[in-house]
């Protein structure tokens, strides 16, 4: 296994210190940056921030050609 499969790990589940327990999460987009952008999990039952996201541009596109290449289209770039 390499390590690049956990390159965009999304949590399903997280523990809520309000439910004391883990409880299943939400993502939510927080703030789009020209670099970056910031996303909140949300838990299901008390809507509580249990934690955070970060994607970089650099790992966006990454994700996109590697889908790109995955699918067999073929990638565009727009200078």
Known sequence: M??????Q???SS??????E??????EKLLLVL???ELFD??????VGVVGQ??????DKLMTDAL???????RQVRIL
């Open 2 to 7: 390499s390590a690049r499969q956990f390159d």
């Open 9 to 11: 790990f999304r949590a």
């Open 14 to 19: 997280l523990y809520c210190a309000a439910c």
């Open 21 to 26: 327990k883990a409880q299943p999460v939400r």
């Open 34 to 36: 020209p670099d970056k």
């Open 41 to 46: 999990y949300l838990c299901e039952v008390c």
């Open 53 to 58: 996201r970060e994607v970089t541009a650099a």
């Open 67 to 73: 889908a790109a290449r995955r699918s067999g289209q």
